[in-house]
């Protein structure tokens, strides 16, 4: 049996919530201290496989600014995030670029765009 303490990020509340893991052939997870539904969900998932979206941005060329601001299409496993920083460190686009096009097609495999968040 083993506890971990977390904030929910699920919802604007910011529950503090403990996970409690139970061990016996199965493992189980009972959370406490969420004050909704999605506090639950998102303790479990966060202790099974733990996932985040990736805001960035990336260099551009002709464009009124030097950086173009990107975010994943989904969210990307927790452990893969410092893999897909390399990715976007290494683009270099030309302008024009509009808003929702697609920057990076299948991130790493995970069949995870990343795409544009401003035309430029």
Avoid: W
């Avoid at 929702?100 to 495999?109: A, S």
């Amino acid at each position: 049996m083993m506890k971990t303490s977390m904030v929910c990020i699920a919802c604007p509340l910011g529950c503090k919530m403990e996970v409690e893991t139970i061990t016996n052939g199965n493992t189980r997870y009972i959370v406490t201290g969420n004050k909704c539904p999605r506090g639950e969900k998102y303790g479990v998932k966060e202790m099974t496989n733990p996932t985040r979206m990736v805001t960035s941005t990336v260099k551009i060329k002709n464009a009124h600014l030097s950086r173009l601001p990107v975010r994943t299409s989904d969210a990307i496993p927790k452990d893969k995030i410092f893999e897909c920083m390399k990715e976007l460190e290494a683009v270099q686009l030309d302008g024009p670029i509009k808003v929702g096009d697609v920057i990076i097609k299948n991130l790493l495999g995970l069949e995870i765009d990343v795409i544009a968040t401003r035309s430029m």
